[in-house]
């Protein structure tokens, strides 16, 4: 049985199509792993400590934040799942533990506090 030019055509096309859509799911399930192993470099980063009082700072309300501001250089933004309970203690001085980040509204760098400790001075 002899297939006509059309017909193998076709079959050509087909073999194709699925070949194409193999080597798309293929790539989109690396993906994946690029992401995971993204943010296991983020859980990877060094903590570093900074001694500082806590203050308000910023120009407005959608720019104005919390700041951990230490005696020795500029301060830094602070972020994360702690920022609220850090309002109630503006003034004070703190030892936090964190882990330092990127630019925000009101800082050139930011810290994500993990664990602080008030210090009576």
């Known amino acids: 049985m002899k297939l ?39 859980e990877i980063q060094k903590t570093i400590e900074v001694i500082g009082i806590i203050k308000v700072v910023g120009q407005g309300p959608l720019e104005t934040g919390l700041v951990i501001k ?22 004070k001085k703190i030892r936090a533990i964190g882990i330092e980040g990127g630019p925000t509204l009101v800082c050139t760098r930011s810290l994500e506090i993990i664990s602080y400790e008030i210090l009576n001075y």
């Open 70 to 91: 230490p005696s020795d250089g500029p301060g830094y933004s602070i972020v994360g799942k702690k920022v609220n309970e850090l309002w109630e203690l503006q003034g």
């Open 4 to 42: 006509s030019k059309t017909s193998k055509i076709l079959s050509l096309i087909l073999i194709i199509g699925i070949i194409v859509i193999i080597f798309a799911v293929f790539l989109k399930s690396k993906l994946p792993a690029q992401e995971i192993h993204q943010e296991t470099h983020q």
